[in-house]
């Protein structure tokens, strides 16, 4: 491996724990995989785990009397204390299991429209989101301030994808109920201040909604040092399974919030007048939860934590600033986003000049290299930005310069290919 300064010290043996790099591809090319903020590839020992679980241990969870039923509850709620270590959490009944950070989100979009008392959101209010947010952030406040009459305001962008922080004191004011933002974009890859954003917003007695679902897989996460009120990430990002995201709420916010979904599990009593509401977190997991997706989830986050979310970052840093530094050689080609590696996260959207980004993509795959292509569900920083879509490379702890090097080989050919040179 490169002596690329940053890089993990054993990279080729990490590398050896995720079974599908060493795939080849048509005509024997092997696998480029440079689309992880998309989904992150899976280590061999979360594979495994959850092979066990369905194996040894399946049963459903707080409700089966029986020594299954016991094994598989004790996992379920391993995970959840392995998760709220993972992200700094005062207590592991802050932590929420969804099916996707989208759905951690919309709950707290639904619920803060159905509370009662001070968390309420309605008419008068302003909910502030920014312009560069993943569609999952921007659609449930959409819907939020549709249904109750509140007001949906944002954050622009500067040229070089940085947020606009000039109009932050006019706002984020008297009226501001939420702010909600990313915390690293998953298509300009800019990294957000998001503990300065949220100490303005708790000046004003607005609660903080970040999501985290870039973040969690790079950086270390502690939620009281950011100044989140809530904060979502999923598991498929953090080299964990599909169908299993969290969402993390200070337990007074929690506690004051209604439930979001009614079903089994989620209750104290029912009664055919009214039911009562059994208390957090369970209040909001209602009907069987995605039992072996958060083993598997428990799995990942171990993984991560023994490997260290530092050298983890310092890993991205390395591997992305040597993917700008390549990228830039390519002629024709322009990335949207800071240039700077310390500004921004893995995840790098390109256009090349002359090439549609969708047969950007195919050529690449045609050369073993897999990318991203299209609007990555972003596409009001597309518009800004005046691009209908883009290329997106987005690397992880496991890419390595050599698979910069093939990108970067690939585009040059693919320039050739569309007798660009």
Same mark, same amino acid.
């Given at each position: 491996m490169s002596t690329l300064p940053g890089l993990l010290p054993e990279l080729d043996v990490v590398r050896k724990d995720f079974p599908i790099l060493?795939?080849?591809?048509? #005509?024997?090319?092997?696998?480029?995989?440079?689309?992880?903020?998309?989904?992150?590839?899976?280590?061999?020992?979360?594979? #495994?785990?959850?092979?066990?679980?369905?194996?040894?241990?399946?049963?459903?969870?707080?409700?089966?009397?029986?020594?299954?039923?016991?094994?598989?509850?004790?996992?379920?709620?391993?995970? %959840?204390?392995i998760t709220a270590a993972f992200i700094n959490?005062?207590?592991?009944?802050?932590?929420?299991?969804?099916?996707?950070?989208?759905?951690?989100?919309?709950?707290?979009?639904?619920?803060?429209?159905?509370?009662?008392?001070?968390?309420?959101?309605?008419?008068?209010?302003?909910?502030?989101? $920014?312009?560069?947010?993943?569609?999952?952030?921007?659609?449930?406040?959409?819907?939020?301030?549709? %249904?109750?009459?509140?007001?949906? %305001?944002?954050?622009?962008?500067?040229? #070089?994808?940085?947020?606009?922080?000039?109009?932050?004191d006019s706002l984020i004011n008297e009226r501001t109920k939420v702010v909600a933002l990313t915390w690293v974009s998953n298509m300009l890859g800019t990294v957000n201040p998001v503990a300065e954003i949220a100490r303005r917003a708790h000046e004003v007695g607005a609660i903080v909604v970040v999501d985290a679902s870039q973040a969690a897989p790079q950086l270390p996460v502690d939620v009281a040092a950011v100044g989140a009120d809530f904060l979502a990430f999923t598991g498929h990002k953090v080299v964990g399974p599909t169908g299993i995201g969290v969402l993390w709420g200070r337990r007074e916010l929690l506690e004051q919030l209604p439930p979001f979904l009614g079903g089994g599990e989620?209750?104290?009593t029912v009664r055919m007048e009214r039911s009562t509401y059994a208390g957090i977190p369970h209040k909001f997991e209602a009907g069987t939860p995605p039992i072996v997706e958060a083993v598997g989830l428990g799995a990942a986050l171990t993984y991560l934590s023994h490997i260290g979310m530092e050298a983890i970052h310092a890993h991205e840093q390395a591997i992305t600033a040597y993917a700008l530094d390549g990228l830039q050689t390519v002629p024709g080609l322009s990335v949207l986003g800071p240039l700077s590696a310390t500004e921004r996260g893995g995840a790098i959207a390109f256009?090349?000049?002359?090439?549609?980004?969708?047969?950007?993509?195919?050529?690449?795959?045609?050369?073993?290299?897999?990318?991203?292509?299209?609007?990555?569900?972003?596409?009001?920083?597309?518009?800004?930005?005046?691009?209908?879509?883009? $290329? %997106?490379?987005?690397?992880?702890?496991? $890419? $390595?310069?050599?698979?910069?090097?093939a990108l970067v080989e690939a585009l040059e050919y693919t320039r050739s290919y569309f007798k660009l040179v």
């Open positions: 060493e795939r080849t591809l048509a #005509d024997g090319l092997p696998l480029v995989y440079l689309d992880s903020a998309n989904t992150s590839q899976k280590p061999q020992v979360v594979i #495994d785990t959850m092979v066990d679980h369905l194996e040894r241990h399946n049963a459903n969870v707080a409700r089966a009397m029986h020594q299954l039923g016991a094994e598989s509850s004790e996992a379920f709620e391993g995970a %959840r204390d959490a005062p207590s592991r009944d802050e932590v929420i299991f969804t099916k996707n950070a989208s759905e951690a989100l919309n709950l707290v979009a639904n619920t803060l429209a159905w509370a009662r008392g001070p968390l309420q959101v309605g008419a008068g209010d302003e909910v502030v989101i $920014t312009e560069m947010e993943h569609h999952s952030n921007i659609v449930p406040w959409q819907l939020l301030t549709e %249904r109750t009459g509140a007001t949906l %305001r944002w954050f622009g962008l500067t040229d #070089d994808g940085l947020l606009d922080l000039s109009t932050i989620m209750i104290e256009e090349l000049e002359g090439v549609h980004p969708h047969d950007v993509a195919q050529v690449l795959d045609s050369r073993g290299v897999a990318v991203r292509a299209g609007h990555h569900c972003a596409r009001p920083a597309h518009q800004r930005f005046g691009v209908q879509s883009s $290329t %997106r490379m987005s690397s992880y702890l496991y $890419t $390595t310069p050599a698979e910069i090097d």
